[in-house]
């Protein structure tokens, strides 16, 4: 069976010259939950752009086993969604039912498929019964569930999410964490947030200056203090006692 995401030897510089990332090296499993973790402007949210497609470079990288081309784009469209590190940026409807219809009617599906795809995903993030709601009266986390909605409604198997805990406060992020906890798929996390990445990440992969550091076991990538402390970053809470 082919990883739902793999790269090998991915290297992508900016316009000026300067090194994005380089040499990077990583396959992730279908229903694993990766945390990619580092200081700001480590590269972690230009990966998540590669794995969508969006930013082309050196080095090969394959979805469920294909190659990011013109000719498997629009399968592999159909396998990915992105979840974008502001969720207003994918609210832009008059109503909450019409951004998560969006991506149902551009798939060609039908309007009865379309409701059905639209009230199952606001089901899953607990926004039923809010449909006809204008997304910006919504507060800060029922907009990032309706932007995860906004994904789901569409069935991929593989969902990226930058900064997904951004603004929230305490509650809504630990309302975040539990509707990410219950989502079958394959899931990467962009996040600085330490505390945020230990309680759903079962995997972690630490990026500086563009380049893989460590990547293994979430809790001892992020246990180790002396690791995370040269590459800017706090031990986790719940890892606090544990610390090497």
């Keep these: 069976m082919p990883k739902a995401i793999e790269l090998k030897n991915f290297s992508y510089s900016y316009s000026d010259g300067t090194a994005a990332l380089t040499d990077i090296s990583l396959s992730v499993e279908h229903g694993q939950r990766l945390a990619l973790i580092g200081p700001n402007g480590a590269g972690k ?3 998540l752009l590669v794995m969508a497609g969006f ?8 979805i469920d086993g294909l190659k990011i081309n013109r000719k498997n784009l629009k399968k592999i469209r159909t396998l990915f969604g992105s979840c974008l590190e ?19 009617l551009n798939m060609g599906l039908e309007a009865e498929q379309v409701k059905i795809c639209v009230a199952k995903a606001l ?10 709601k204008a997304p910006h ?17 569409m069935a991929p198997q593989i969902i990226t999410l930058d900064e997904p805990d951004g603004s929230l406060d305490p509650r809504n992020r630990n309302n ?7 989502l079958p798929q394959t899931l990467v996390i962009a996040t600085c947030n330490m505390n945020f990445a230990a309680a759903l990440a079962d995997r972690a992969v630490l990026l500086d200056k ?22 800017g970053l706090e031990v986790p809470d719940e890892f606090a006692g544990d610390r090497l």
């Design 123 to 132: 089901q899953t993030v607990g926004l039923a019964g809010m449909a006809d």
């Design 137 to 153: 009266h919504l507060s800060a986390g029922q907009k990032r569930a309706a932007a995860i909605a906004t994904i789901l409604s």
């Design 210 to 231: 563009g380049r893989i550091i460590a990547d293994g076991n979430a809790g001892e990538i992020m246990s180790d203090s002396k690791l995370m402390t040269e590459h």
């Design 176 to 182: 975040l964490i539990q509707l990410l906890e219950g």
């Design 86 to 104: 502001n969720p207003d940026d994918q609210l832009f409807m008059p109503t909450l039912f019409d951004d998560v219809a969006f991506g149902p």
């Design 55 to 62: 930013v082309k470079g050196t080095g090969k990288v394959l």
């Design 45 to 47: 949210s230009t990966l």
